[in-house]
């Protein structure tokens, strides 16, 4: 995560001087972080299934679910808006 953060901030530091790519670069960055929550949240929720914990698995399955939306939401905002844009 921190080696993901860091890329951000080094597309931010790049494209500083280049705002209609700067989005674009920002979200792709955002669904990187968004990714790497969604494998780690996919493997907490199959582990606490199999260790026969449902309300665990229930809760960490709502926040998987709010991953992938975040995720869905970033695609859509880069699909309409920030790739047009670049
Ligand atoms: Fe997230």
Redo the contacts with the bound molecule.
Sequence with gaps: MEGLLEEADELAESFQEHPDVLDAALISAAQK??HY?IASYGCLVTYAKLMEHEQVAELLGATLA??KE?DSLLTEIAVSEANSRS
């Design positions: 972080v968004e929550e709010e991953e975040t």
